[in-house]
């Protein structure tokens, strides 16, 4: 009963439920926590692309290395 | 008569795609560079939130911007020094030691402003306690300034183990990643917390 009161009460004032600390603000129009809230989320990824896109190189890096020649001189085993 | 075989040699398996030392400095950065997007991203904050004419909070001193830059300059051109440091190894290891030994003087001299700088800052007052400036300014380039402390150390290191040929080119890329990352930092770091 309580729970339902406490949940009509916070649809009635959603203003009074606001309870991120974060998302208030003095200042009109500022949108330094939008910008941050961006950049941490996607500099994770950003980093992670990168490091995927290096593997990527050094695997074709690798892969060239590694292919048979067929100008390899034959080998006699005896 | 005997047997004989011809066959074309093949190699079966190549080198690894990375070495176990610059995956884990990689890995390391990545850690790294979160730890400090998130500090760096805090002062923002806190900094965009205050009332306006109240960030930095009054009382607090100016930062020295042109000593800071001078220093910036001289971490910059240590990371130039080390960039040359790993062009100069692709023919010979050994003769990476004279540019890493530049790049170190340089980052013993951006070490010693820093150092200076707090105390000079402290002693005026301006301490981890003293307001939400001083804490995030402390923390963010202290934390910054153990790494390059840390870096030295590891520069040193290098180079002894250049001078007794034992330093591997893997071990040589992972050093040459973290200095990287120590220098690039800054950049960021000075236009955050000084500009």
Redo the contacts between chains.
């Keep these: 009963m309580i729970r339902r009161l406490v949940v009509l009460a916070a649809l009635a004032l959603p203003g009074a439920a606001n309870a991120c600390s974060?998302c208030m603000?003095?200042?009109e129009g500022?949108r330094?926590?939008l910008w941050?809230t961006i950049?941490?989320s996607l500099?994770?990824l950003g980093?992670l692309a990168s490091?995927g896109g290096?593997?990527w190189y050094?695997?074709r890096t690798?892969?060239a290395?590694?292919a048979?020649s067929p100008d390899?001189?034959?080998?006699?085993?005896? | 008569m005997?047997?004989?075989?011809?066959?074309?040699?093949?190699?079966v398996?190549?080198?690894?795609?990375?070495e176990s030392e610059l995956l884990a400095m990689?890995i390391f950065v990545?850690a790294d560079?979160?730890f400090f997007?998130?500090f760096i991203?805090a002062y923002?904050?806190v900094g965009?939130?205050?009332?306006?004419g109240w960030w930095p909070p009054p009382g607090d001193p100016a930062l020295p911007v042109a000593a800071a830059g001078g220093a910036t300059v001289a971490l910059l051109l240590s990371g130039a020094a080390v960039f040359q440091a790993g062009r100069a190894a692709k023919a010979d290891l050994a003769a990476a030691r004279r540019p890493l030994a530049v790049a170190m003087a340089l980052a013993v001299a951006f070490v010693g402003y820093q150092v200076f700088e707090f105390v000079r800052l402290s002693s005026g007052g301006f301490t981890l306690q003293s307001s939400a400036n001083g804490g995030f300014f402390y923390t963010i380039v202290g934390a910054h300034g153990l790494h390059a402390v840390s870096a030295v150390v590891v520069l040193g290191w290098t180079q002894r183990e250049l001078a007794a040929g034992r330093l591997t080119r893997a071990a040589f890329s992972a050093i040459r990643l973290y200095w990287y990352f120590v220098v690039l930092l800054w950049p960021a770091i000075y236009t955050t917390v000084y500009l």
């Design positions: 974060t603000d003095p200042r500022n330094t926590l941050v950049f941490l500099l994770p980093l490091i290096f593997f050094r695997a690798a892969a290395v590694v048979p390899l001189p034959p080998v006699e085993i005896r | 005997a047997d004989s075989t011809t066959i074309r040699a093949r190699p398996k190549g080198p690894p795609i990375i990689i990545f560079v979160m997007a998130g991203s923002a904050l965009a939130r205050a009332p306006i």
